[in-house]
T-cell receptor
Framework: AQSVAQPEDQVNVAEGNPLTVKCTYS??????LFWYVQYPNRGLQFLLK??????LVKGSYGFEAEFNKSQTSFHLKKPSALVSDSALYFC????????FGAGTTVTVRA | DTAVSQTPKYLVTQMGNDKSIKCEQN?????MYWYKQDSKKFLKIMFS???????INETVPNRFSPKSPDKAHLNLHINSLELGDSAVYFC??????????????FGPGTRLTVT
């Protein structure tokens, strides 16, 4: 079965600093990997996806993610975090269904 | 225009009651889903419909019955509600159901509280 793991429950950064949210995956075959963000009391919003091609994927709101096959990782990054980036972030992998990681709560302090 | 909408947003009810949650998408997608998010924020798929046909049923109790009258609507009916059914239920849709790349678009969620 395909799965993803998010090793950190929480990530705290200061505004303006780089933000990284970690994700590792376990798949058989080619991985289809996604990042979603959930703001308080809202539904999930799609940020970006990796299907094939460039290992660096650019997405919404200035986020990007780096696919690393040798380390089986798909970390989400933002060069300069904003307070408004504070939210719950989910990594996900898709075969016949979308399987989510447990989520990482990001807090960006002013 | 809201892409994926759900009603109601909040639902408070007593154990043993029957309730329904409705979902509509105006994106022209072929596939719709129901997810359950528990109190620890863990998300798990419950059902998926493709063009009104059930394609995923993830060992959900029989008390939960999805219905898709057309490909733009997917409703969730829950019989004999239990305390453990308290959660946030999300509807989502995607272009299709293939094991590929299509991202899913989520509704705002329905917070169900069973007392």
């Amino acid at each position: 079965a395909q799965s993803v793991a998010q090793p950190e429950d929480q990530v705290n950064v200061a505004e303006g600093n780089p933000l990284t949210v970690k994700c590792t995956y376990s798949v058989s075959g080619n991985p289809y990997l996604f990042w979603y963000v959930q703001y308080p009391n809202r539904g999930l919003q799609f940020l970006l996806k990796y299907i094939t091609g460039d290992n660096l994927v650019k997405g919404s709101y200035g986020f990007e993610a780096e696919f690393n096959k040798s380390q089986t990782s798909f970390h989400l990054k933002k060069p300069s975090a904003l307070v408004s980036d504070s939210a719950l972030y989910f990594c996900a992998v898709r075969d016949y269904k979308l399987s989510f990681g447990a989520g990482t709560t990001v807090t960006v302090r002013a | 225009d809201t892409a994926v909408s759900q009603t109601p947003k909040y639902l408070v009810t007593q154990m043993g009651n029957d309730k329904s949650i409705k979902c509509e998408q105006n994106l022209g997608h072929d596939t719709m889903y129901w997810y359950k998010q528990d109190s620890k924020k863990f998300l798990k798929i419950m059902f998926s419909y493709n063009n009104k046909e059930l394609i995923i049923n993830e060992t959900v109790p029989n008390r939960f019955s999805p219905k898709s009258p057309d490909k733009a609507h997917l409703n969730l009916h829950i019989n004999s509600l239990e305390l453990g059914d308290s959660a946030v239920y999300f509807c989502a849709s995607s272009v299709n159901a293939g094991p590929g790349s299509y991202e899913q678009y989520f509704g705002p969620g329905t917070r169900l509280t069973v007392t």
